[in-house]
């Protein structure tokens, strides 16, 4: 809420913000079968971190944000695009030693990474064909005007 307080009191008279945050994890089933598996193999304060980007995935809750910074003409729009990876184990792997999770500082031993890429593997069997790993991910993006 903060934020949008100061994005309306910096933006010029007629000026317009455009926000893009990631729809909740149950919109985004790679990222959910990470973050599953980071709580039962590591803990939920890691799992918090791994999901943390997924927090304001309800746009009805970001509209209220800016409507009650006192933005107007509030609108949102929710896109879905297909994420592709050559597999799961690339993409838990990738997702796990790069991500937020890496930059916190969090270590994750070999054995317990083999054990997060067999848990996302198996929760995302429907989305691995021969090739590749393609699931949705989807994102919302809200626009107003001051």
Not at 8 to 31: D, K, M, T, Y
Request: glycine share 8%; net charge negative; proline share 3%.
């Amino acid at each position: 809420m903060k934020a949008a307080q100061e994005a309306h009191r910096v933006l010029v008279s007629g000026g317009r913000i455009a926000i893009a945050v990631w729809c909740s994890l149950s919109e985004n089933p790679g990222q959910a079968a990470i973050v599953s598996a980071v709580e039962e193999f590591v803990g939920s304060d890691a799992a918090e971190i791994v999901g943390s980007a997924f927090g304001l995935g309800e746009k009805t809750q970001l509209q209220e944000f800016l409507s009650e910074a006192g933005f107007r003409g509030v609108q949102s729009v929710t896109e879905t695009r297909p994420a592709r990876f050559p597999s799961s184990n690339d993409f838990a792997i990738g997702l796990l030693r790069g991500g937020n999770l890496a930059r916190a500082g969090v270590e994750i031993s070999d054995d317990t990474m083999a054990q997060i890429v067999e848990y996302v593997s198996i929760s995302l069997a429907e989305y691995q064909t021969n090739n590749e790993l393609v699931f949705p991910m989807s994102a919302n993006l809200v626009l107003a005007k001051k």
